[in-house]
């Protein structure tokens, strides 16, 4: 039913976490998957698996611009885009500095909007697919999170704009928003009993998620299953922003 099959897909940060998971679920589906990391250790598992990884900094631009070039050279079009890669950080709002401020918004949103901009300038006659990795953290606020809610709560926003700016092109644009997954992201929650027990009653699954939890909603938004979804969020939080 996903049709997914010879489908070119392309995941960024999709060397760990939520985005590993998620390539692997478009593997399965019989997608051709390109993945990148930040750097080649990230990537080197890799080799081998059938994936396709390349090295690309979110916050460079022309390096995903690059990847979706080669993918397109080799395949004919890149059906669909995944922006995953992120980055996280607990400091204080009072204590944030340029640099930090800076490092986060061009990995979050910049990096984001960069690769959605290469991709409609190369495939904008043949229409595409764009699944935006935002966050609940764009719906809610939390404590120590400040710099990191705005670039998710800016990426639902660019998702929704997106949408509607290139439909007319036969792109659509969607996000997902994962709730508290078992990554290397949350290991400042994990490390401390006292917080992750408050995040887990939280939740009313109680338990986090795992990073194959957000695969389904990948490879849904990737089908024509979702044809007629575009400008919109799915929340994968086990049902934390409900309660
Ligand atoms: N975990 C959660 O609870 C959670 C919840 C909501 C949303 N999210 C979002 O889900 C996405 C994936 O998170 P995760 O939990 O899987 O995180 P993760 O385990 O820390 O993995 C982050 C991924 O992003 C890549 N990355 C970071 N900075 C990059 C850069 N400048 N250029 C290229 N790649 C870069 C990393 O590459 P390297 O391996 O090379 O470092 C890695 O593949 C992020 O956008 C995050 O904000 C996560």
């Not at 996903?2 to 019989?30: D, H, M, N, P, Y």
């Not at 397109?72 to 400091?91: F, I, K, M, P, Y």
């Not at 639902?156 to 997106?162: A, G, K």
């Not at 299953?225 to 969020?233: D, F, K, N, P």
Request: net charge neutral; charged share 20%; glycine share 12%.
């Amino acid at each position: 039913m996903l049709a997914l099959e010879k489908k070119t897909v392309l995941v960024t940060g999709g060397s760990r976490g939520i985005g590993r998971a998620i390539a692997l679920g478009f593997q399965k589906a019989g997608a051709i998957v390109y993945a990148t990391g930040s750097k080649a250790e990230s990537i080197a598992w890799m080799e081998g698996s059938g994936i396709h990884g390349s090295i690309a900094d979110v916050r460079s631009p022309g390096a995903i611009d690059m990847i979706i070039k080669d993918i397109r050279s080799q395949n004919g079009r890149l059906d669909c885009l995944v922006n995953n890669a992120g980055v996280s950080s607990t400091t204080p709002a009072s204590r944030f500095t340029e640099d930090e401020m800076d490092a986060i918004i061009d990995t979050n949103f910049k990096g984001v909007f960069r690769a959605c901009q290469a991709y409609f300038n190369q495939q904008r006659k043949e229409g595409g697919n764009i699944i935006n990795v935002a966050s609940i953290l764009g719906l809610v606020g939390v404590p120590l999170a400040s710099i990191y809610c705005g670039t998710k709560g800016a990426v639902i926003q660019l998702t929704r704009s997106l949408a509607v700016e290139w439909v007319g092109s036969g792109f659509r644009v969607n996000a997902i928003c994962p709730g508290m997954i078992d990554t290397d992201m949350t290991d400042p929650i994990k490390s401390r009993d006292k917080v992750l027990e408050q995040v887990i009653a939280a939740i009313p699954m109680k338990r986090m998620g795992k990073p194959e939890d957000l695969s389904g909603a990948a490879l849904f938004l990737a089908s024509d299953l979702s044809s007629y979804m575009t400008g919109q969020l799915m929340v994968v939080d086990g049902g934390m922003t409900a309660a």
